[in-house]
């Protein structure tokens, strides 16, 4: 049922009335506008799937205020956002709050409790990711101070959702697997080694790690290394073969070029220049 009082019967005991009317989703409408003005502000947020996020509502005047109303039910897309409540912030905090219906108002409990500069927020809990930016729109907000009301205003805030699924960039354990994932999607053209801070250095082929390769790679950017089982082995020195590369000197899994003397295995003592057996 849609009610119309005047704002200022906002107080005694036409309070609580009011405020329950407004969250049911009615109006409450003042038959002039307050010879003050509050400036108000809102920005844009972002926030993952499952996160609640604050949109703020800045408020700035000179007269001093008691209370607000504003309407959210039907202004933004209810399959991507939840709207939680208010949070009251530098407001007073002696004040009925209510939030029912999906609409907000404020009032202070007592004539000399009152804000004149101050920030509230609507929060909103992410419930799933979209491309787009959902629009929130803050419908007929309105200040009093208990005695005059001023003119409603529309506000317009964005909330980015984000999935960090979608963002992951680094190695990923799969069924059949570790892969290569850059923006959430498995990279088939990444060749070569990747520093993961979770599995270290891997060798990457088509986007997967080469868990049966071993023998020595030469990375573009990392250089020469000793790959065991598809990953960099940092505890081995010694001489290692490679059927492409020959015979070389790897010390703490990397070739050491700057090498020239003997190294000793399981084979014998050899001459080693510039990290190569020199036969």
Known sequence: MKVRKKLTALLGATV????????AG???????????KVDC???????????TVEIPVTVKTEQKLRGFLGKLKGNYDETVLEFEGLEKKDLPEKAMVSTAGGNFSYLTSAKDTTFSEATFALKFKV????????????????????NESTAPVDL??????????????????REDGIYYV????????????YNDAVYGWRYVKAGKVDAEYTGLYNDSVCGWWYVENGAINFGYTGLVYDSNCGWW???????NFGYTGTVRN??????????AVRF
């Open 41 to 51: 502000s809102t920005g844009d947020v972002s926030a993952y799937i499952g996160e």
């Open 156 to 173: 317009t805030a964005h909330v980015t959702t984000r999935d960090k699924a979608r963002e992951f960039t680094g190695l990923q354990e």
């Open 249 to 255: 000197y790897v010390e703490n899994g990397a070739i």
């Open 182 to 193: 850059k923006e959430g999607e498995v990279d088939t053209t990444y060749n070569g080694l």
């Open 266 to 275: 399981a084979y014998g003592v050899w001459n080693v220049v510039g990290g």
């Open 16 to 23: 609580m009335a009011a405020a329950v009317m407004f969250a």
């Open 26 to 36: 009615g109006t409450v409408d003042a038959k002039a506008a307050a010879s003050y």
């Open 127 to 146: 419930l799933k990711y979209v491309d787009d930016p959902v629009e929130v729109a803050i419908k007929g907000l309105y200040f009093t101070d208990g």
